[in-house]
């Protein structure tokens, strides 16, 4: 059964430090991995989709890498600013032996607030 | 092309009562993936449909939750004589196919907050 864990569960910076988010999955037989967004009584935004076999993906200030074999992902976020506090989730796209369908396991986030 | 829709997005309900939470799906998207969200805790996946099928269930409480996805209209998950553990964001996703690739993705609803008091 897939378990993703994030590390660490909070973190606070001040503005304009860059930072690293760190997502660990325990089956490496993934499709793809998401980073998610998710502001407080809100839904999910997704930020980036790494594909199996991808490395990395970039969007903005924003770079995640996936290394399959070691089961790690990280997202990495630059020049950090106020409004990027929220709680980032990582998710794991992978069959589920249970049942025989597909499934997107989560971590349970970190809560990040950058402090201006 | 309208995202995923959910509503309500905030439900109240005393214990014993009937929750209803509905999900229409992003428009082509014939697949939809119900998730719970318990405070300080992740999404847990509960139920996989599609039109007029449970495909997966293996996340769904055994007692007391439902799901369904008609051939018409939005998907229902419905959570009967609900108690305080209940309270939960409820998310909903819809995807165009079943995904067995490694671009899939699905795409998330804004939740809906059920409460019971």
């Known amino acids: 059964k897939q378990e993703v864990t994030q590390i660490p569960a909070a973190l606070s910076v001040p503005e304009g430090e860059n930072l690293v988010l760190n997502c660990s999955f325990t089956?490496?037989?993934?499709?793809?991995l998401q980073w998610f967004r998710q502001d407080p009584g809100k839904g999910l935004t997704s930020l980036l989709l790494i594909q199996s076999s991808q490395r990395e993906q970039t969007s903005g200030r924003l770079n995640a890498s996936l290394d399959k074999s070691s089961g790690r992902s990280t997202l990495y976020i630059a020049a950090s600013q106020p409004g990027d506090s929220a709680t980032y989730l990582c998710a794991a796209f992978a069959r589920y032996s249970g049942a025989g369908s597909y499934q997107l396991t989560f971590g349970k986030g970190t809560k990040l607030s950058v402090i201006p | 092309n309208a995202g995923v829709m959910q509503n309500p997005r905030h439900l109240v309900r005393r214990r014993g009562q009937e929750a209803r939470l509905r999900c229409s799906p992003m428009?082509?998207?014939?697949?939809v993936y119900w998730y719970r969200q318990l405070p300080e805790e992740g999404l847990k996946f509960m139920v996989y449909?599609?039109?007029?099928?449970?495909?997966?269930e293996s996340g769904m409480p055994k007692e007391r939750f439902s799901a369904e996805f008609p051939k018409e209209g939005p998907s229902i998950l419905r959570i009967q004589q609900v108690v305080r553990g209940d309270s939960a964001a409820y998310f909903c996703?819809?995807?165009?196919?079943?995904?067995?690739?490694?671009?899939?993705?699905?795409?998330f609803g804004p939740g809906t907050r059920l409460t019971v008091t």
């Open positions: 089956d490496s037989a993934i499709y793809n």
């Open positions: 449909l599609q039109k007029e099928n449970i495909i997966d």
């Open positions: 428009k082509g998207h014939s697949h």
């Open positions: 996703a819809s995807s165009p196919n079943g995904g067995r690739t490694s671009s899939y993705e699905q795409y």
